[in-house]
């Protein structure tokens, strides 16, 4: 039942409740700063109010309308659908890790688990090494980029 | 500012693009701006955006000519793909492949390839021109703009951009307050108190604006791609003669003349998007041609007219960016924000106060211009087989530089966190309609927006129906209504006329 969710109307929920959300804490900051001059929280008022209104207009609209469900939104392919899981792992892989164990061990784990998806892990592990240094020597050495490294320096 | 004076600016600034390392990287960025528009999944938008964090180390001018580069750039790269293996490298080149694939497989590629860059030159210079003639002159219209008029202003250019882009006004006015609430995390402009900072210390100067234009651009369009199959298999046409048979010519020339004109007018509305005045040329192409039934099979003046009036967007519609601050296009707003970046206020007082920093960026672009022709002429062949860099190799390694661009502005990975959770967000909501352009132009606009109102709201004491007292701010106001309450109807006709919805690459 889940799965026969409007991806539509799961967005326009969501809309609504960062907006009541926004709304509230907008209540909590002063509305006038002096007599004429409006305060921290008279534009947020207004602007979450306003998309409240809309929010909830479109979360109507979309019980109306036909649209993607929850089981219709990754691709239906398998091959394809793994593509996008690796990504979206290796990416908060690297946000976890990297300052754990460093910039190039993580970017080249990273790097390596999204090349696989369309070459052998040997292959996709050298392009991998290569990259990952490319990008250390041109972002830290050229650009004197401060990228996270670990405690031996890399 | 009168004609002498503009033309001894602009060759003042000439001479400070041959000095230092302006034209070097008025070269580094068309030739990227080629590569992003050659290669398929990339657009000016995205390419801007992961070039951007880059160009911190630059001066403001250096930057904002490697950025414009890429911008109109792009525009000359994506003719290639569309005409030698029918895929558009970004929106604005769909057009050209339905007459310039069918010219390349009947071997004239190099002719619809040549057709394009001179039309892409002629157009760009056409704009630039007129950028010459109307944006000093507009700058000296718009000093006469107070707090209240800008803030109809911005209100105008952003109800004209979501009434012509994206499926539905309601979903763009939502994602318009979403990236104003997004711009109000942090100071407030005008009382300096802290606001939805809930206590952590990186909110408290705010979200990044680059780290979110970078996820809802360049790493949305990356999951699509890796969501897709990414094996490229077409075969590259030969290149022969880069010109057209005599006898074409005067139907070139006045297809150029008329895309110039198009795409030029086009360019200075907010929201219209580079793909419109494309599908406009085209329609009009097909109109005046005395064998319109032939278009779609190979008609020189179905390229000719398309990509000067590209060309000619991209420079027209540099106009009110520079002369009113008002960002028209997702590419654009990013060229913005690298404004705000350097700590140059696009605007009104650009041409009188910071003429230094203008002239060298607009002197950069006739030079720009003249690059990218003398590279697509006799390189074309080489551009092509960069698009066959298949996708599986090229996007990890876009998102290993989005990642470290993003890192490198603030040296937090907060802003890279901030990145992939905006990419990941955008990537679903994008599925059911809701754009992205309203939502970086008002994060962009935001502050200024607030601090507008905020002062106007001081002026008159508290009392806003007095807006309606000053002449311009009621056109303005006009604007918008008008905007938002045709929008809908004009929308319908206008994608049912001339094609699809804009992409935001």
Known sequence: MFKKIKLNTLACGAFVAVSLFFFYNSMLLKYWSSKYAPGPGFIPRWASGFLILLSVIAFIYSLKEEGITLDQLLPPDKTRRVNLYVTWGSLVFFLLFVKLIGFLPTSFVMLTSMFSRGTKLPKAALISAILTICCYIVFKVVLKVQIPTNQLGW | ?505
């Open chain 2, 1 to 505: 500012m009168d004609i002498t004076s503009t033309f001894s600016h602009l060759m003042n600034g000439f001479v400070s693009v041959a000095s230092g390392y302006n034209l070097l990287y008025c070269t580094i960025g068309v030739v990227f701006g080629m590569l992003v528009g050659v290669l398929p999944g990339l657009g000016p938008t995205a390419g801007t955006a992961i070039l951007l964090p880059l160009t911190f180390s630059m001066t403001p001018t250096e930057s904002i000519i490697m950025l414009a580069g890429i911008y109109y750039g792009a525009m000359y790269g994506g003719t290639i793909t569309s005409v030698l293996i029918n895929t558009p490298g970004e929106t604005a080149s769909v057009i050209t492949c339905l007459d310039g694939y069918p010219m390349a497989k009947q071997g004239r590629a190099g002719a619809a390839l040549g057709v394009a860059a001179m039309g892409s030159f002629i157009g760009g210079l056409f704009a630039l021109s007129g950028l010459l003639l109307l944006g000093p002159a507009l700058s000296a219209q718009a000093l006469k703009f107070g707090p209240p008029e800008f803030f109809c202003l911005i209100l105008m250019g952003l109800t004209l951009v979501i009434s012509l882009l994206g499926k539905s006004i309601i979903k763009g006015l939502m994602m318009a307050i979403v990236g104003l609430i997004l711009s109000m995390i942090g100071v407030d402009p005008f009382n300096g108190t802290i606001r939805f900072a809930f206590g952590h210390l990186n909110l408290i100067s705010g979200i990044d604006f680059i780290a979110v234009s970078m996820g809802v651009f360049a790493l949305t369009e990356i999951f699509t791609n890796l969501a897709e199959d990414l094996k490229i298999t077409k075969e590259i046409p030969k290149i022969q003669s880069m010109l057209p048979y005599k006898e074409e010519w005067p139907i070139v020339l006045k297809s150029i003349t008329r895309g110039s004109l198009i795409g030029f007018f086009m360019g200075l509305l907010p929201g219209c998007g580079s793909s419109i005045p494309t599908v406009v040329s085209y329609s009009v192409e097909k109109k005046i041609s005395k064998h319109p039934e032939k278009f779609g099979t190979g008609v020189i003046e179905g390229v000719a007219g398309p990509e000067t009036a590209n060309n000619a967007f991209s420079g027209g519609a540099l106009i009110p960016l520079f002369t009113l601050g008002i960002p028209t296009s997702p590419a654009i707003a990013i060229l913005m924000g690298a404004f705000i970046m350097h700590g140059v206020a696009p605007g009104p007082g650009l041409f009188t106060e910071r003429p230094e920093f203008i002239w060298p960026v607009i002197a950069s672009m006739f030079i720009g211009n003249l690059i990218l022709v003398i590279m697509n002429l006799p390189l074309a062949n080489a551009w092509a087989q960069i698009s066959k860099i298949p996708g599986k190799y090229l996007f990890p390694g876009v998102v290993i530089i989005s990642i470290l661009g993003v890192y490198s502005i603030n040296f937090n990975l907060f802003d890279v966190m901030v990145m992939i959770i905006a990419g990941f967000i955008a990537y679903f909501i994008k599925m059911v309609g809701f754009p992205m352009i309203p939502l970086v132009i008002t994060f962009i606009l935001g502050d200024k927006l607030e601090l507008s109102l905020a002062q106007s709201m001081t002026m008159f004491r508290g009392d806003l129906m007095q807006i309606f007292h000053r002449p311009i701010c009621v056109v303005l106001i006009a604007i918008i209504v008008l905007s938002l309450l045709i929008g809908n109807i004009g929308k319908a006709k206008l994608k049912q006329k001339f094609g699809g919805e804009e992409s935001e690459i």
